[in-house]
């Protein structure tokens, strides 16, 4: 046969337009594209579906460390299983340094838990919480030469927390080797002194986790962040942005020509506040609690904004899920005293991409070739993995998603492949449902059904990402 697997009658969407197009798959790649391919081993019949390139998320926690006594509720297995169900192909979490270790063990560590466990494809980035000078001046350069070539930093949180001067440090190097660093923007002390104020008012229910972090806190940080990037002279990416406030900053910044991008996620368009109250201010209100923290209406409409005008390049799901019952996640002993001890995080990699269809393309905000760059194409340019994933066409990755635009379901936990217990989106209808998944040129996912086995999926390099430093 000349093709070991063909996708037929499908519109096949790129980020660019929608055509009517057979794909032919031969050895894992998109050999040919065209009007009736035929002489296929197996054929698959996409009659009134659209036919998309596999899911990216850039933006996961898998497996992280989160505090004493706090686990993450999915490992590496578990994590890919759900996002596949999902209709992605591809994640990126984190490898993470905790303060006086090297971050190059840290990444022989989280490569060692992944590797044999994952269903797809996945790429670390890195986060630096100790830029010590070996670590600046020995393994970030090395490590970028290897494929590490994104890292995260944070403005808060007191395990990670750079100084400004650190955050320059790290800016720098980013710079000269070309690395695009992802910047987590909320104010240290600011969230510190909020939260010693609600505490002593004896606010401490989960749904105070909001007002302890409020949107200036967020628009300081981002305007800090991107006055760093500007003295240095490097791109950055501004990661989960929750509202108007962060967003006319990265807008700010994009107006003046200067290399800031954007990032939003899944319950910055679907969940406020409010959710954080759960039944009578209750700890069922930490099920939504995350960082930054759903704001509210206005917001959302501005996040809209932001990604109808192109302030944002990449949708994620920011997955990082706890479970609630038990005492090792969102109920933890301590959680019960004050929202300040509730892990920060919620599940979502497998719900992002039919939640961001149903409420963007099913109502009508934006197209579905927006939709394939926000949540596709653009994490590959982003990241260093395009042209080989990202997109349908000839020589990528046979990565795709076979979408029913006109499936009407509704989000249950009791469907879910993720470790957690709970989905935020419970009883959430959407129209609009990832019906099979191949990637690289297996059917992976048919119909809900997951036909991947653990390590099916590699840890693989990333290239420099051709929106960091200019050489
Ligand atoms: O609450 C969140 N988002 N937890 C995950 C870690 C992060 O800051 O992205
Ligand atoms: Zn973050
Ligand atoms: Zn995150
Ligand atoms: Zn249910």
């Not at 001067?165 to 720098?172: G, I, M, S």
């Not at 200036?216 to 509202?243: C, F, T």
């Not at 990637?439 to 809900?448: E, L, P, S, T, V």
Request: glycine share 10%.
């Amino acid at each position: 046969a000349d093709y070991d697997l063909a996708i037929r009658g499908g519109t096949v969407v790129t980020a660019g337009d929608s055509v009517r197009a057979d794909i032919g798959i031969r050895d894992g790649r998109i050999v040919a594209l065209g009007d009736a391919i035929t002489g296929a081993t197996r054929e698959v019949d996409a009659t009134d579906l659209l036919v998309m390139p596999g899911g990216i998320d850039s933006h996961v926690h898998i497996e992280q460390p989160s505090g004493p006594g706090i686990v993450m509720a999915d490992d590496f297995e578990s994590a890919t299983r759900a996002a596949l169900a999902g209709g992605n192909t591809f994640v990126m979490p984190f490898a993470l340094q905790e303060r006086g270790k090297s971050l190059r063990a840290a990444v022989e560590d989280y490569k060692a838990s992944a590797e044999g466990r994952c269903h797809i494809d996945t790429a670390f980035h890195l986060i630096i919480s100790d830029p010590t000078p070996q670590v600046l001046g020995q393994e970030l350069p090395a490590l970028v030469k290897d494929g590490y070539t994104s890292f995260k930093v944070f403005m808060t949180y007191d395990d990670l927390v750079l100084s400004d001067r650190e955050l320059l440090e790290v800016f720098d190097v980013a710079r000269r080797e070309r690395a695009l660093v992802m910047v987590h923007c909320e104010g240290y002390d600011a969230i510190r002194f909020m939260t010693e104020r609600l505490e002593k008012a004896g606010q401490t229910e989960p749904y105070y986790h909001g007002a302890s972090r409020p949107q200036v806190v967020e628009r300081e940080a981002a305007h800090r962040a991107i006055s760093h990037a500007q003295l240095v002279d490097v791109p950055i990416m501004i990661v989960h942005v929750s509202g108007r406030e962060a967003m006319e900053q990265v807008k700010w910044a994009q107006d003046r020509g200067f290399k800031v991008y954007g990032e939003t996620c899944t319950q910055y368009i679907t969940l406020t506040e409010d959710d954080m109250k759960g039944l009578n201010m209750d700890m069922s209100g930490s099920k939504y609690v995350c960082s930054p923290p759903p704001r509210d209406e206005a917001s959302q409409d501005a996040i809209w904004e932001g990604i109808q005008q192109g302030v944002f390049q990449t949708f994620s799901s920011d997955h990082c899920p706890f479970r609630y019952e038990g005492s090792d996640g969102k109920q933890n002993p301590k959680a019960k005293t004050s929202f300040r001890w509730v892990p920060n995080g919620i599940p979502g990699v497998e719900t992002r991409l039919p939640v961001f269809f149903s409420e963007g393309v099913s109502k009508g905000r934006i197209t579905a070739e927006q939709f394939v760059a926000l949540t596709s194409t653009n994490h590959a340019r982003m990241y260093g993995l395009y042209p080989r994933k990202g997109s349908i066409g000839v020589g990528f990755d046979a990565d795709i998603t076979l979408w029913d635009p006109t499936c009407k379901r509704t989000i249950h936990q009791s469907d879910m492949q993720h470790g957690a217990d709970y989905t935020p989106w419970e009883g959430f209808e959407v129209t609009g449902w990832p019906v099979m998944v191949i990637a690289n040129g297996k059917i992976a996912m048919d119909d809900g059904k997951i036909l991947t086995e653990p390590g099916q999926g590699q840890v693989v390099e990333r290239d420099i990402s051709p929106f960091a430093a200019a050489p």
